[in-house]
């Protein structure tokens, strides 16, 4: 095992790594699904915090493998198999997030978390002992991981409340661990690699929006025929769909995100929130669907609010970001503050959630429109100086 060339020319996602996200998707669609049937029953809270749990353990272990793959992928018999090993305890973890929403027991996630980071213990460690040149900060990474593994499977005995308060501190143990390793050696990730990878993946968690929409379709057609509401609902999940896809991608990272750890940490872990965020509004675009036809003990005023709860963190992070890693166009920030006001607004005031959610993918859209339309002058300019 030796590191790869971080500027390696073509250098795109691989057969094994599309797989491996496949296999994520499972656990991201068991997770909103919670979400949405959580918040149908009006347990706010409990839901989202849950929630926002479980969405850790997927995107922190699909992160580490990522980053790891862009830096070592061999592509050999050790590699692929440590690799599907990973793949198996992400569909562990997707079948026990049931019940960390209705038992609030973490039992089955932990253990399918654990094996995941357990095979990713495995390859750093078969990199130290492979590449001497980056052996010390591959040692660091196998010992963090190993020390948070005992440190997840000990909390599984401890009692409330000090089960929860572990959780926290887990967490930030997790996420010191890469910042420990890098600075005694950073690794040869590629950042188009990464760019794209991150990309994917922001696809498929996009895509639990599409899934939401198409279900009000599919719900109008099996009750019999198109209806308003559901018509509303749908126009308005495809229009947030579109919009969001396209505000993400309107500047690669590619180009800056290798400049220093701190830029690499903040867009990276950024994108946790931009990831749950979106899988999120397709959870609720589903959940307006259940008010709409009345299935739902939560009302349309909270539903409008809880979709637009996860529109504004995407619209916020996804600027951040930007604005970090490229040279936004004068006025894109006012633009993007002006439809968050327009979204809360617009939530606050909803007796009606269908008319709620076509009213905020008009807003994004406009919104969209309007930063197109600030970039393509910003450019214009720049050609006249």
């Not at 272990?61 to 590699?79: C, I």
């Not at 005992?150 to 926290?168: I, K, M, T």
């Not at 229009?239 to 309107?250: E, Q």
């Not at 690499?264 to 931009?274: E, S, V």
Request: one cysteine or more.
């Amino acid at each position: 095992m030796r590191a790869r060339d971080p500027g390696e020319q073509h250098r795109a996602s691989t057969p094994l790594e599309l797989l491996f996200d496949l296999c994520f998707v499972v656990a991201v669609s068991q997770a909103a699904e919670q979400l949405h049937h959580g918040l149908g029953q009006d347990a706010i809270t409990g839901t989202t915090t849950g929630y926002l749990m479980v969405f850790f353990a997927i995107w922190w272990a699909w992160m580490n493998f990522t980053w790891f793959a862009s830096a070592y992928d061999t592509d050999d018999v050790p590699y692929r198999a440590l690799t599907l090993l990973q793949m198996a305890g992400v569909l562990v973890l997707a079948a026990g997030v049931p019940d960390t929403f209705h038992h609030y027991d973490f039992t089955v996630v932990t253990i399918g978390y654990v094996v995941m980071r357990m095979a990713m213990l495995a390859q750093w460690v078969r990199a130290a002992v492979e590449h001497p040149a980056g052996r010390q900060h591959a040692l660091r990474y196998a010992t963090g991981i190993a020390a948070c593994q005992l440190g997840w499977c000990a909390r599984l005995a401890l009692p409330d409340p000090w089960g929860e308060a572990a959780f926290p501190v887990l967490v930030l143990a997790e996420l010191s661990v890469p910042l420990w390793a890098e600075h005694a050696r950073t690794s040869n990730w590629h950042p188009g690699h990464i760019n794209e990878r991150y990309g994917l993946f922001t696809l498929i968690v996009l895509g639990e929006v599409v899934l939401a929409s198409t279900n009000a379709v599919q719900a109008d057609l099996v009750d019999g025929g198109l209806s308003p509401g559901l018509d509303e609902i749908a126009a308005g999940g495809l229009l947030l769909i579109f919009s969001m896809w396209w505000i993400y991608f309107m500047h690669s990272a590619a180009a800056r995100i290798r400049e220093s750890l701190p830029t690499t940490l903040l867009w990276a872990y950024g994108h946790y929130f931009i990831f749950a965020s979106a899988s999120a509004v397709g959870a609720t675009v589903s959940l307006a669907v259940d008010v709409n036809g009345r299935g739902a003990q939560i009302g349309d005023n909270a539903t409008a609010i809880a979709i637009t709860a996860p529109v504004v963190v995407y619209l916020v992070l996804t600027t951040a970001l930007h604005a970090g890693i490229a040279r936004l166009a004068p006025g894109t920030a006012v633009a993007t503050g002006t439809a968050i006001a327009l979204l809360a607004v617009n939530a606050a005031l909803a007796d009606n959630v269908a008319h709620a959610v076509l009213a905020m993918g008009l807003t994004v859209t406009a919104l969209l429109a309007t930063r197109i339309l600030l970039h393509q002058l910003d450019q214009q300019r720049g050609r006249t100086r």
